[in-house]
């Protein structure tokens, strides 16, 4: 099925010849849209912040924010002097230097911007920390990574077991009443009196910018290192996927704990110097179209669970407010179904545009562009400048509409350059040195169309979240009652999948509701709510392979009621 364009964008956008483009493009001519292709200096905040204050956008608004308690904004001259605050804070009161991590667990308020741009100023690595994880999600993370740094909040403070991580120096506290100790800072005390002049640490392109985690099917969540070279390819798919033009307002639903919410919820929009939306605070759907319609948002990027619970609250909602400044709208994280870009089509009156890419790739890669044709429930073709294609298990391309390995040609600008104290794990997500292979299956279509049909492992997408079984079952295995546990991703109308766990229990223990309600709370408060599984199913046993590994792929064929398949590892049958 193949539909027109609803919004006639012949002419309007930016990559009119999606062709041609692809055919002569070089990244190399990018980078004439930075400061460094003259003066040889780098630093990702001076391209997003200080270059464009300096220019004739000073006093364009940066940053609109709202949440239930504020609602504020700033021009890029008020980010550049405040990120600079932020700088000098975390040098004058930490020992931090150039490539150690600074990490920042908190919810989203303009604080998050100053520090995590204020860190990038003095040329540390910025880690992210969603909101939601607890305190052995937190403190995986901050020890793999040996962070120095923490930016967070007294109430988060509480999950971060700041006694067993031994190389974390300073802890900054955001908020009122902070209490403060050899190790813990009042930042707004600090930020209020720190100067608004900072000289910027001028890096390479590539060292270290961010430091995102992530889960893959086995072992403890990865962290993915991006560089300042990522510019390059975020400013450039900021130009052509997400359209983005000079008086656009612009708002990614993305929260900066993962990676779509730095790339696209920081870094693309501002080195195009375009005002930025970010609305704190839980979904809601009036919430949602409200801050559209008031802030007259004009690009929009989101993520396939969001839309389809938009389209659940029902169309009468969408009647008390004007939308009509939207003229462009994205997704990533998911499957977009065609019902959405059916919804997209007739409620928003807009193509929802459906874009590829992962926390690894650091930008965007497949993608569909207002220029093209949209085929509903295909991701779009390749961004120039990147070459994607199907494999087979032996890294040979496989010819079109034969199902593979959704693999990348190594050496788009904004992939990732390390797998943190992980070199082997690195070194195992390319195949024949050429290909890095994504993890997700798919096949393209005769025109380069891809089309995504799973992924390869076992990871869930569980409402555009990536959650790693392994980090679920690990946290149900420290549950009393619990033997042993397997968890899956279960299909979910609303969100993409859903977490269940199939978990045996130990000797002389009985299921009951009760356990089941107990084993998700301590799930929910020990690792992250969106880690928690929504169903629970105990057995008597597990199937297992000789070797005592959990079979996920039996327990998702009893789940689908499908055939287990070749059952002969499996030990104790
Ligand atoms: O399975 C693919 C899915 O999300 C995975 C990457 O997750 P993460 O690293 O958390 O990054 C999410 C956003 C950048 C992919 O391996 N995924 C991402 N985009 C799509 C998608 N699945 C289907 N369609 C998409 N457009």
């Known amino acids: 099925m193949r539909i027109e364009p609803l919004v006639a964008t012949e002419g ?27 003066t040889g200096k780098v630093n990702m905040a ?46 004058e009161q930490s020992s931090i230097q150039k490539g150690d991590r600074l990490f920042i667990f ?82 707004n005390k600090e930020f209020a009196n720190a100067r608004d002049q900072f000289d910027i640490e001028w890096v390479d392109l590539e060292d270290g910018l961010v430091l995102h985690y992530t889960s893959g099917s086995t072992g403890k969540p990865k962290g993915i290192l991006h560089v300042h070279n990522a510019m390059i390819q975020q400013y450039q798919t900021g130009k052509w996927v997400l359209d983005l033009k000079d008086d656009d307002i612009y708002w990614c639903t993305a929260d900066p704990g993962w990676v779509t919410g730095t790339a696209y919820g920081i870094f693309a929009p501002w080195l195009h110097g375009i005002s930025m939306l970010v609305v704190g605070g839980r979904f809601s759907p009036q919430n949602w179209y409200g801050a ?8 929009w990027y989101s993520a396939p669970t969001a839309f389809r619970m938009l389209m ?38 807009q193509r929802i545009h459906d874009t590829w890419w992962m926390t690894e790739t650091g930008a965007q890669m497949i993608c569909n562009y207002p220029s093209m044709m949209i085929k509903p429930g295909s991701m779009g073709k390749p961004v120039p400048g990147v070459t994607a294609t199907i494999v ?63 992924r390869i492992d076992d990871v869930i997408m569980t409402a555009g979240e990536r959650v790693g079984p392994f980090e679920v079952e690990s946290k149900i295995l420290e549950h009393p009652a619990v033997l042993e546990a397997g968890v899956i991703g279960k299909p979910d109308p609303i969100r993409g999948e859903i977490i269940k766990a199939f978990i045996s229990l130990k000797e002389g223990i009985e299921p009951s509701e009760e356990l089941e309600a107990a084993i998700k709370l301590f799930v929910k408060t020990g690792l992250a709510a969106h880690a928690a599984p929504r169903e629970i199913e105990f057995k008597e046993k597990l199937p297992k392979t000789r070797s005592g590994k959990i079979m996920r792929r039996v327990l998702k064929a009893w789940e689908l009621d499908l055939p287990t398949g070749d ?4 030990g104790d049958d």
């Open 106 to 187: 908190m919810p989203r308020s303009p604080e998050l911007y100053f520090a995590l741009l204020g860190a990038i100023k003095m040329g540390a690595v910025a880690g992210t920390l969603f909101e939601a994880f607890m305190e052995v999600a937190i403190y995986d993370r901050l020890l793999d990574s040996e962070a120095k740094v923490l930016v967070t909040t007294k109430a988060l403070l509480e999950r971060v077991p700041v006694e067993k991580l031994p190389h974390l120096e300073k802890i900054f506290i955001i908020g009122e009443d902070v209490v403060e100790s050899e190790t813990t800072i009042d930042f």
């Open 567 to 570: 059952l002969s590892t499996i």
């Open 12 to 38: 309007n956008h930016n990559l009119s010849d999606y062709e041609k483009t692809y055919a002569n493009f070089n990244w190399e001519n990018v980078n004439e849209a930075f400061s460094w292709h003259e």
């Open 392 to 454: 087979d298990d032996q890294g040979i391309e496989v010819p079109p509409f034969t199902m593979g390995n959704l693999a990348i040609k190594k050496g788009w600008p904004s992939m990732m350059r390390q797998i943190w104290n992980n070199k082997a794990k690195y070194d195992s997500c390319f195949m024949n040195e050429e290909w890095y292979v994504s993890g997700d299956s798919a096949y393209m279509d005769d025109d380069g169309y891809f089309w995504f049909q799973g």
């Open 292 to 299: 559209l319609q008031n802030y007259k948002v004009s690009v």
């Open 312 to 349: 659940g609250a029902g169309n009468h909602v969408l009647e008390d407010y004007d939308l009509s400044s939207l003229r462009h709208v994205l997704s990533v994280g998911e499957p977009l179904n065609p019902e959405v870009v059916k919804w997209g089509n007739e409620v928003l009156h």
């Open 46 to 91: 001076y391209e997003a912040i200080d270059r464009h204050a300096e220019s004739s956008k000073a006093n364009r608004t940066a940053l609109y924010f709202e949440d239930a308690d504020r609602k504020e904004s700033y021009t890029f001259q008020d980010m550049k002097s405040l990120t600079n605050k932020a700088a000098n804070v975390f040098k």
